[in-house]
T-cell receptor, first 114, second 112 residues
Framework: DAGVIQSPRHEVTEMGQEVTLRCKPISGHDYLFWYRQTMMRGLELLIY????????DSGMPEDRFSAKMPNASFSTLKIQPSEPRDSAVYFCASSRGHTGNTIYFGEGSWLTVV | DQQVKQNSPSLSVQEGRISILNCDYTNSMFDYFLWYKKYPAEGPTFLIS?????DKNEDGRFTVFLNKSAKHLSLHIVPSQPGDSAVYFCAAKRDSWGKLQFGAGTQVVVTP
């Protein structure tokens, strides 16, 4: 079975540009999570969805960040405008239900904003 | 607000010896705990979990211990192998919630 698929794997962009990260969760999973990994804070939860509906976006750093899940098989995380401090690895993850279940991560999107 | 803390950023251990990774949490509502392992350039992968109704869970070389009164859990790897060299993340959640909160990770290096 295919795991969580993220694109792009690597992105280098200039400050001020819009960045869109994409995610395809595992089929049948009803929870989708966006995490960011930095050296200082480890893995931070940015936002998560249940059945395509955003449940908790309290981890989204600021208004420059937005996430959507138009259907059960696709989600985007957008940064507009991007800044150098947004440079990090962004992980998408999904799970089936939430009780006692683990979540499965994609391989991550490495973002560098110069 | 870091509710899950891994205070040791790195750990070096000799092959064949025991690796002990520690994790503390502050939210007493957490009732399900997990450890994830991460290799460079890959996403984290699930390693082992424990529910708050238990104080120990074992899976092969990996054992997780939970001390609810101290809000502390630990991961023991016995014996450590070179392939165990990775970053280990502790994570916690309320089982009734969807979201998982992670610690900052501990880099384990197993030396020959």
């Amino acid at each position: 079975d295919a795991g969580v698929i993220q694109s792009p794997r690597h992105e280098v962009t200039e400050m001020g540009q819009e960045v869109t990260l994409r995610c395809k969760p595992i089929s049948g999973h009803d929870y989708l999570f966006w995490y960011r990994q930095t050296m200082m804070r480890g893995l931070e939860l940015l936002i998560y969805f249940n059945n395509n509906v955003p449940i908790d976006d309290s981890g989204m750093p600021e208004d420059r960040f937005s996430a959507k899940m138009p259907n059960a098989s696709f989600s985007t995380l957008k940064i507009q405008p991007s800044e150098p401090r947004d440079s990090a690895v962004y992980f998408c993850a999904s799970s089936r239900g939430h009780t006692g279940n683990t979540i499965y991560f994609g391989e991550g999107s490495w973002l560098t904003v110069v | 607000d870091q509710q899950v803390k891994q205070n040791s950023p790195s750990l070096s251990v000799q092959e064949g010896r025991i690796s002990i990774l520690n994790c503390d949490y502050t939210n007493s509502m957490f009732d399900y705990f997990l450890w994830y392992k991460k290799y460079p350039a890959e996403g984290p992968t699930f390693l082992i979990s424990i529910s708050s109704i238990k104080d120990k869970n074992e899976d092969g070389r990996f054992t997780v211990f939970l001390n609810k009164s101290a809000k502390h859990l630990s991961l023991h790897i016995v014996p450590s192998q070179p392939g165990d060299s990775a970053v280990y993340f502790c994570a916690a959640k309320r089982d009734s919630w969807g979201k998982l909160q992670f610690g900052a990770g501990t880099q384990v290096v197993v030396t020959p």
